[in-house]
């Protein structure tokens, strides 16, 4: 290696390119605005076309928009056959990238990565991951599928997917807000793979499907799920700080809790506790905020460690009724948009990612021939 390289384990503090689509500078903003305004002002079928689309749709564009996403929210029938095909014990996340990568085979544009050609990918698959998650969730339970309804915003729509009926007003509106923090978040690990796979000239469908594998872990969108659990853990406000600590005797990492960028705080956690708090007191589930609080005090007084996105976000969708293991799946529906921006935006100035490594194996040697090596 030459003097001039650079060695950061994972890539921490690494400019690796440059993007017009989201900054981490006092606080987060897409394409310019900031998240806590579009989270106060606008839906997140705004907020995926001002993703994808560069500017915040006009209500002309706006209804085209869901109308092109509309028409994409229904699978193919013999793409429902495979999800029919699947064991029932498959984790929703496990069927969504399997999902993803089939639902490459039946896009019109597949052989085609212009730039009209992915935005037109995006859309879809927009409209298609939902009813991938509400599906494989209601075959796994035996349940039939809800087809969407034309009159429902996206999140209204996803929720009455799965549920089948149609959600009340704050809890359409809280799952949107969610989705909107969710959507996008410059070069974390999942984007970041996307990026990789399409700087090699692959394709939409291929980038995506890395990107939901790299979602997956729990120390990335796989936290959200953790969450819950580790909630359910504690047991409740009268556990909830001698749990919490005995965890970090154990040097347990905490699900929900740091960041490799934000350090002292993640504002997107902020703006969705208000509405988790609000799911939670319609639900008559208090208790869960009261444990949150008691574990994010001990957490801030002895570690200085703050809530990221996922910690609300856990509690939100547990007080919404909706289960643990469709939570990273959410997350997937949400930053699909983020992801489609990145890979349209990657091949528009590409350069193929190869960084190097250091070497820390054995010294050059000779091969021994098997005879010889006994
Ligand atoms: C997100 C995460 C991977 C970022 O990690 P990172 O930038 O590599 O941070 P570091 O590992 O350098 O953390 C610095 C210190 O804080 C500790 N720490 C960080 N997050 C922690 C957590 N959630 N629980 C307990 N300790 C934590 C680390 O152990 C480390 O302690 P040390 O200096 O004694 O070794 C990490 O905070 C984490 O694992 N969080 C939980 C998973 C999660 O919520 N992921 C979603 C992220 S949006």
């Not at 064991?87 to 990238?97: E, F, G, K, Y």
């Not at 409740?236 to 965890?247: L, M, N």
């Not at 960041?259 to 639900?283: F, N």
């Not at 959410?330 to 890979?343: E, Y």
Request: proline content about 6%.
């Amino acid at each position: 290696m030459s003097g001039s390289e650079i060695y950061s384990p994972g890539l921490e503090g690494v400019i690796a390119g440059e993007t017009a689509i989201s900054a981490i500078v006092d606080g987060l903003s897409y394409r310019g605005y900031p998240v806590t305004e579009l989270a106060e002002k606008a839906t997140y079928d705004e907020v995926a076309y001002l993703l994808l689309h560069g500017e915040l749709p006009t209500r002309r564009q706006l209804a085209d928009f869901q109308q092109r996403v509309a028409a994409a929210r229904r699978i193919p029938e013999p793409f429902r056959a495979l999800l029919k095909a699947l064991p029932a014990s498959t984790v929703p996340m496990d069927a969504l990238r399997s999902a993803v990568s089939i639902l490459a085979h039946f896009d019109p544009d597949s052989q085609d990565s212009s730039p009209a050609a992915n935005l037109r990918k995006s859309e879809r698959l927009l409209g298609q991951i939902p009813v991938i998650v509400a599906e494989q969730y209601r075959l796994s339970k035996g349940l039939a599928v809800v087809p969407a309804r034309a009159d429902l915003g996206h999140a209204a729509n996803f929720l009455y997917m799965l549920r089948g009926t149609p959600p009340s007003p704050l809890h359409a509106r809280a799952f949107d807000v969610s989705l909107i923090l969710y959507a996008e978040h410059e070069f974390n690990a999942s984007t970041f793979t996307a990026r990789v796979v399409v700087s090699t000239e692959s394709d939409l469908h291929a980038g995506v499907t890395a990107a939901i594998g790299a979602l997956k872990g729990r120390l990335h969108g796989g936290a959200n799920e953790k969450v819950m659990d580790l909630l359910l853990q504690a047991g409740g406000p009268d556990t909830a700080e001698q749990w919490i600590r005995a965890a970090l005797a154990r040097k347990e990492k905490v699900m929900g809790f740091g960041h490799r960028v934000y350090k002292t705080g993640d504002v997107r956690a902020q703006v969705l506790k208000e509405y988790a708090r609000q799911a939670a007191q319609a639900a008559g589930q208090t208790q869960w905020e009261t444990t949150a609080e008691i574990i994010e005090g001990v957490l801030a007084r002895e570690k200085n460690l703050f809530p990221n996105l996922d910690w609300p976000a856990g509690r939100l969708y547990h007080a919404l009724g909706l289960e643990l293991p469709l939570y990273t799946p959410f997350f997937v529906a949400a930053r699909v948009t983020g992801w489609c921006a990145h890979i349209i935006e990657q091949l528009g100035h590409n350069r193929l990612m190869r960084p190097r490594a250091r070497y820390t194996g054995p010294a050059l040697r000779s091969v021994v021939p098997l005879p010889e090596r006994g």
